[in-house]
């Protein structure tokens, strides 16, 4: 069974900079689209990202765009969220979760993931 395990959070400055990692056991990641989702101090968990299996395509939310890049190697059965110019409001724990189907089309929405990892925490302040 494919487990999700994050890892690269941290305490970082505003206008810094982080690499998040999904790493899978258990099964290859390969077959899988998977997801970035975050969730803010007291709020729901939103989708903020996806890569496709093969990592030809990926969708970005607006208010990382330009910001956030996703990338998968999947030699390393990893996913990578590489977050440049982090702002207070990218705080918050990051999740990975596998997406079987349909590529990333409907990435927003929880129930169309699997597996889910356990988060990391992120935390951006001066």
């Known amino acids: 069974q494919l487990q999700l395990v994050e890892s690269g959070g941290g305490l970082v400055q505003p206008g810094g900079s982080l690499t998040l990692a999904c790493t899978a056991s258990?099964?290859?990641?390969?077959?899988?689209?998977?997801g970035r989702w975050h969730q803010r101090p007291g709020k729901e968990r939103e989708a903020i990202a996806c890569i496709?299996?093969?990592?030809?395509?990926?969708k970005l939310e607006d208010h990382v765009k330009g910001r956030f890049t996703i990338s998968r190697d999947d030699a390393k059965n990893t996913v990578y969220l590489q977050m440049n110019n982090l702002n207070i409001d990218d705080t918050g724990i990051y999740y990975c979760?596998?997406?079987?189907?349909?590529?990333?089309?409907?990435?927003?929405?929880?129930?169309?993931?699997?597996?889910w990892g356990q988060g990391t925490q992120v935390t951006v302040s001066s």
């Open positions: 979760a596998s997406k079987e189907k349909y590529n990333c089309a409907g990435f927003v929405f929880e129930e169309e993931y699997g597996h």
């Open positions: 258990g099964d290859s990641m390969a077959p899988y689209n998977i």
């Open positions: 496709v299996h093969g990592g030809f395509n990926w």
